[in-house]
């Protein structure tokens, strides 16, 4: 059995017949190695896709340098959003403060490259040292002429959900400043979609093809003007419900956008999306469209699915994932593959999410919230997976165990939503799960000699 | 032609390249950056730098003081160059222990670390937030380690408890890599009454290939050798049966414990010779005698390294190694041709850089560029000793950031570029080949596996840059021959 911290026992629950207990949605346990971010984190997730704004962290560099230029979020126009601008906070800027510096580096750098807004990170010690970023930030934006917006993301002010929430009030600030016009009855926002491979864009089109308008896609490619005038959309449309739900209940109080909660991984779930879009607009011909849409677009994708389905069924798959909502597409697509869930855990889940995944998962599968490698190593032996899928952090523990990896992370460089996504997504496990490189790796070298 | 005219003719050449030599002297330092901001840095922060050495001790496991995002960022920039598991805890401030002081995370978090992975050493680093909020570190380790000390309950043995001091907004990773080194020994080290026959070596931040060879080259020189960090196995493991909390591997605590009593030290780093470094420590404090050395890249450097060698065992240099630099004149000679007159841009480390200029120097490139994001004041005096004889001085920046090179680069308009990945873009944009180097190399496989040291490393590196210079020649040409 894994070794489990006391003060974290109670975040780790195994199915079975007793009662459903699992702590969450707390700080992490001191010296625990926790595979989260921070409240920097989570703010710089959600906006980075944003490709016509300035972002800027306000810090000493490293905040600035471990998240340049990382993620697969693309843009088909400007690539603003892959660059890495910071204040360098340095020694004598800590005891002086940072304004002037900081209003130095706006102004020069929206010169330069003359962004539709900013974003200014302010990382752990721009509070500490009092530097009054609003007022910066107000400065600024009077000087030059276009939105700066604040992002309080200290680090330590919270876990990588308030970041969420900092980035949401960041673009709440910017929408409903632009004019609606030319917005279609038939209109949506796309939320929590992060365009990681062009993603969106499949995503995208299939609205289009339903007849759907798209106002503003938040953030995946997205686009400060689109932004602004996202409160004309009809229905906001909130994938990754954890980063963006708020922003939705936010735009619902505000303007009334009703939302619904999607997902577009693996085939069930982005068929549900489409779905329930059309039936959110009641309009029968826009159902029968898409109802064409999606036996077209399965028909085109099933036959590759089931060959590699073919090879991979039976085997068993663990899941550690920031957000718990991505977990349930996770297991639903594997299910798809015939492959059985026995680990799923998550960054940020709540207990709602996790009963969630509890109804969703067999029994005996290990349901845990904000692990660590020791533990994930020890439930990867425990539950004998073949396929771990997690990010970047979690690759090295199923690598090193001779265990089978796919990145389902922001860094990825694959295209795993949509129809077509899911091909690739099967690929991904097939091409892991299949590769003879496991014959040499001393766990599957016991195995074949049993 | 009589004897005399060659003699004059050699006596003119002499003459022009002492004007140049001349000229790299008098050269005026760089234009200051015209940005405040810091655009695409050229530099990590330093308690990156420190858990990286923390990583290179055995059965130690690296501590961050400070919030939980940049424990974790810095594990995901280093296993995306190592592809290896990197544990790093943290403490894991909260915004109460923002405002009353984190001592009780670290307490937590330290009780944590040693029953989840039963460390021998735990490596504490510092980050800006808690020395911007005043934490006395050093302190609160201090009073742990009394605690446990007089706990009944864990029979009063704690790991070892190393501390150090780096606060991301000075310095940059190098900084933070050298203080852990002289922290770890400052802490560790105890006074010997007699001298050993070992020998410290300190080589800086280089990749797991080149610990591998300069503890070969030790071995084959039959010097008892501590090297510090070793992460050599502990970042560049073999696949394994079950999960190790702590790899095997790094340098062993008792062989840091003897350094005191060591024949001598040997640290790389031409940047950072003015600077209280380990050996500098050891020095002062222990009259061990310090050889401080330039990274040795490329032959003139590796041989400045090696007669220290040969110095310190009192033998001439194995024959293994006579001939791997027998070997690198000749394919030197070999290549001569491909590279004479090109113009490269390097960048990364200071020292890495000072290397580099060495190596390309003495085979016929310009370093048009020598850029780093490191600012220790020493790099222009380094790249001029190692690379006195240019018949172009090269552009020296340090402070510089990846957009000022790239503006540079494009006036300087270099045949290539040799750094880590992060220049990737700019070789892109100009169409010119990007040799890689150091760290982080996170667009290819194998960055860990890249030697650069010693005559081996020099082969590699010039074996790759003249087939770089090749590839593009034959992509850019019209007619593609197959033979070059």
Request: hydrophobic residues 40%.
């Amino acid at each position: 059995m894994t070794d489990i911290l006391q003060e974290r026992e109670r975040q780790v629950y195994r199915k079975s017949a007793e009662p459903f207990q699992i702590d969450c949605e707390k700080q992490s346990v001191a010296g625990s190695v926790s595979q989260r971010a921070c409240v920097f984190c989570g703010s710089r997730v959600v906006l980075y896709p944003i490709a016509d704004a300035l972002h800027i962290v306000h810090g000493p560099i490293g905040c600035a340098s471990y998240t340049w230029d990382i993620r697969g979020a693309r843009s088909s126009g400007p690539q603003l959003h892959r660059l890495s601008f910071s204040t360098d906070l340095q020694e004598m800027d800590v005891i002086r403060g940072g304004e002037k510096k900081l209003f130095a580096a706006l102004c020069e750098l929206i010169d330069a490259h003359q962004p539709k807004a900013a974003f200014v990170y302010a990382t752990c010690i721009a509070g500490i040292i009092g530097d009054d970023v609003n007022a910066i930030c107000k400065q600024a934006s009077e000087a030059k002429g276009i939105p700066v917006l604040p992002v309080h993301s200290e680090g330590f002010k919270g876990t990588k959900k308030d970041g969420y929430r900092a980035a949401c009030e960041a673009l709440f600030q910017l929408i409903g400043t632009a004019s609606t016009e030319g917005t279609a009855a038939t209109s949506v926002n796309i939320l929590g979609d992060f365009n990681l491979a062009g993603e969106i864009w499949m995503i995208r089109e299939y609205f289009e093809r339903m007849g759907i308008q798209v106002v503003a896609c938040i953030t995946g490619d997205g686009r400060v003007d689109d932004i602004r005038r996202a409160h004309g959309a009809a229905l906001n449309l909130v994938q990754c419900s954890g980063s963006m739900t708020y922003l939705a209940k936010s735009m619902k109080e505000r303007w009334g956008t009703p939302f619904l909660r999607v997902s577009y991984f693996g085939i069930e779930d982005m068929a549900q999306a489409l779905y329930g879009t059309a039936r959110f607009f009641k309009d029968p011909e826009m159902m029968r469209r898409t109802q064409e849409l999606v036996h077209e677009e399965i028909d085109k994708v099933m036959p590759q699915i089931n060959a590699y389905r073919r090879d991979v069924q039976g085997k068993k798959a663990g899941i550690y994932v920031g957000g718990a909502f991505k977990a349930f597409s996770l297991v639903r697509a594997l299910r798809l593959l015939d492959m059985k869930t026995v680990l799923v855990g998550s960054q940020t889940g709540s207990r709602e999410d996790y009963e969630q995944l509890r109804e969703l998962c067999d029994e005996g599968t290990i349901i845990v919230d904000d692990s660590n490698p020791l533990e994930l190593a020890g439930f990867l032996q425990e539950k004998e997976v073949d396929l771990f899928i997690g990010g970047v952090k979690e690759r090295p523990i199923a690598y090193k165990l001779g265990v089978g990896f796919c990145d389902h992370n922001h860094e990825r460089k694959e295209a795993l939503a949509g129809f077509a996504g899911m091909v690739n997504f099967a690929r991904e496990v097939h091409s892991t799960v299949m590769s003879p490189v496991w014959q040499f790796t001393s766990r599957r070298r016991k195995e074949m000699a049993v | 032609m009589s004897a005399n005219t060659i003699a004059d003719v050699s006596a003119l050449t002499n003459a022009v390249t002492d004007m140049s030599a001349g000229l790299n002297i008098i050269q005026k330092p760089a234009a200051p950056p015209s940005y405040v901001s810091t655009r695409n840095a050229c530099k990590l922060c330093a308690p990156l730098g420190a858990s990286l050495v923390f990583r290179g001790i055995e059965g130690a496991v690296p501590f961050l003081h400070g919030s939980q995002g940049c424990a974790t960022y810095m594990r995901r920039y280093i296993i995306s160059h190592f592809r290896e598991p990197m544990d790093i805890a943290a403490s894991g401030f909260s915004e109460s222990s923002a405002i009353f002081g984190g001592g009780d995370n670290l307490r937590r978090g330290l009780q944590n670390v040693t029953a989840q992975y039963k460390p021998i050493m735990i490596g504490v680093a510092t980050t800006c937030l808690c020395e911007t909020i005043g934490e006395d570190v050093a302190a609160m380790v201090r009073e742990y380690v009394l605690h446990v000390s007089q706990d009944a309950e864990t029979g009063g043995s704690a790991p070892h408890l190393v501390h150090v001091s780096t606060p991301s907004y000075s310095g940059t990773h190098v900084d933070g890599f050298h203080a852990a080194v002289r922290a770890v020994v400052e802490a560790l080290a105890r006074p010997s009454h007699s001298r050993s026959h070992h020998v410290n070596l300190f080589p800086g931040m280089v990749s797991a290939a080149d610990l591998r060879y300069l503890k070969e080259i030790a071995e084959d020189f039959e010097i008892s050798s501590i090297v510090l960090p070793d992460y050599s196995e502990t970042l560049d493991g073999p696949a394994l049966d079950a999960y190790q909390k702590i790899p095997a591997g790094g340098t062993p605590i008792h062989g840091i414990r003897s350094a005191a009593g060591a024949r001598a030290s040997i640290e790389f780093g031409r940047t950072i010779r003015q600077r209280d470094t380990a050996a500098a420590f050891l020095e002062s404090a222990f009259g061990v005698r310090a050889h401080r050395l330039g990274l040795p890249i490329g032959i003139n450097e590796t041989d400045r390294f090696f007669s220290t060698l040969k110095d310190i065992a009192g033998r001439p240099l194995p024959r293994k190694y006579e001939m791997e630099r027998g070997r690198l004149v000749d394919s030197y000679v070999d290549g001569h041709k491909y590279v004479f007159g090109k113009r490269a841009i390097v960048y990364g480390e200071e020292d890495l850089v000072v290397g580099l200029a060495a190596l390309i120097g003495e085979i016929g490139i310009i370093p048009v560029l020598c850029a780093s994001g490191g600012k220790s004041g020493a790099l222009r005096q380094a790249i001029a000793e190692v690379a006195p004889n240019l018949p172009e001085s090269p552009e020296i920046c340090d402070g510089a950031d990846f957009m000022s090179i790239a503006e540079k680069a494009k006036l300087l308009k270099p045949d290539l570029l040799i750094g880590n990945s992060k220049g990737y873009g700019i070789a892109r944009d100009l169409g010119i080949p990007l040799v890689r180097v150091g760290f982080p190399i996170h667009d290819r496989i194998g960055g860990q596996r890249i030697l650069h040291l010693g005559y081996r490393g020099a082969q590699q590196l010039f074996d790759r840059i003249v087939n770089a210079l090749l590839e593009y020649k034959q992509q850019t040409s019209e007619i593609g021959y197959s033979y070059m």
